[in-house]
């Protein structure tokens, strides 16, 4: 057990988080991750060790693209999955995911570019880009694959309507919401058409880290000719926690150079400072390698608990089982509204994501193994079963 969930459970204060938990409901909807899987004496730890490390240092602005010990350290960790073609100079140094996504979307916005995403993709990845004002097209495709020559056609299309080509986003890794990984032939095949056709590609790899068996496949950016053709998307909310708001980008140095440069590192240095710093202090000292140890085997063993409470779904109901990452994907039989399997699962107490918050097709619902622990998932599980076979009664 995480030593730290006694001090984490201790007590709950509504009105902190994003949301708040709904008394006697199985929450699997949100991404969160349980609150005893999260390392608060770690980072007490590493916060204090970094106003010790650095001192002033730690409470002031930060560089521009992050400090210089960890962008070394990030770039020597993506290094050793991508043949060694990371630098210091490709890191930058981010306020998570979704703070270097808004800062991408404003130069896509400036740009005039559209946007491709994967039929099924991480819904509010989408809403960013289209808040800035950038027009995304989804691309049609399977739920475990990616059709390449779907791409190459709607690239095609959105360059002639922008008039120079679109950017694609895409999650290749431990896919939120479905948990596929792209295989290294496709990886391959869409580098390829990307250097043909002038794409810039944004991979989104916030679950990298959370491989419940072999390593994942190298990333996109190691079979590109110009490493500023791709934006590879790192983030510390998985693997560490996510109120850190601490992620990294590996590209181009020429495209790290231009983000690092943008008004606001200007005007208030690197995001996060004083978490960056505490971040540091987890890298180096090797907390983070031994974190990840331990949060791989927990969330293996939440994945699994869910698998046995979904083993009675009804008759073609289709669970996967992901290698890794924070999410199952349940495909629906024909005919089940993933909307009243929601109303009927809630009224049982077991809440899920539904499958058209993350596209068109295919259908099916997000369940978030993360959230909680084992005994609730197995309940969650079941009551899901049960929601099903009212439904098929």
């Not at 089940?336 to 259908?363: K, M, Y």
């Amino acid at each position: 057990m995480n030593p730290d969930a006694s001090t984490q459970l201790r007590r709950y204060l509504p009105g902190v988080n994003q949301s708040d938990p709904r008394p006697g409901m199985v929450e699997l909807g949100p991404g969160y991750p349980d609150p005893a899987l999260l390392p608060t004496d770690l980072m007490r730890h590493c916060a204090s060790r970094a106003l010790e490390r650095w001192g002033p240092q730690a409470l002031g602005y930060g560089a521009d693209a992050g400090p210089a010990d960890l962008r070394r350290m990030l770039a020597a960790r993506v290094a050793a999955t991508d043949g060694g073609r990371s630098r210091s100079a490709n890191v930058l140094v981010t306020a998570g995911t979704s703070a270097a996504l808004g800062q991408l979307a404003i130069r896509v916005a400036r740009e005039g570019r559209m946007l491709l995403t994967e039929s099924l993709t991480y819904d509010l990845g989408r809403k960013i880009f289209q808040e800035y004002g950038v027009r995304v097209r989804a691309v049609p495709g399977p739920l475990d694959d990616l059709d390449v020559g779907a791409v190459r056609r709607a690239a095609l299309r959105a360059e002639r309507d922008a008039g120079q080509p679109p950017v694609l986003y895409l999650v290749s890794t431990f896919h939120n919401p479905t948990g596929r990984v792209l295989s290294p032939a496709r990886r391959t095949e869409l580098m390829t058409l990307a250097e043909r056709l002038g794409l810039l590609v944004l991979d989104d790899l916030a679950y990298v880290d959370l491989s419940f068996g072999a390593p994942p496949p190298p990333p996109l950016h190691s079979c590109a000719d110009d490493a500023d053709r791709v934006v590879t998307l790192y983030s510390f909310a998985k693997c560490l926690a996510p109120g850190v708001r601490v992620g990294w980008l590996v590209s181009g140095e020429r495209t790290v150079a231009e983000l690092a440069g943008d008004a606001v590192r200007r005007s208030g240095g690197g995001p996060n400072h004083l978490a960056v710093m505490a971040v540091s202090v987890a890298c180096l000292e090797g907390h983070l390698d031994a974190r990840l140890a331990w949060l791989r085997g927990q969330l293996r063993i939440r994945r699994d608990a869910l698998a046995d409470g979904l083993a009675g779904l009804p008759d073609g109901y289709r669970p996967a089982e992901p290698g890794g990452g924070f999410f199952t994907w349940v495909g629906l039989p024909a005919g089940v509204d993933d909307r009243r399997l929601l109303r009927e699962a809630e009224a049982r107490g077991v809440s899920f994501a539904l499958g058209r918050r993350f596209g068109a097709a295919p259908r099916g619902v997000r369940l978030c193994f993360a959230a909680a622990g084992p005994d609730a998932l197995r309940l969650g599980g079941a009551r899901l079963c049960e929601a099903g076979l009212a439904i098929a009664d």
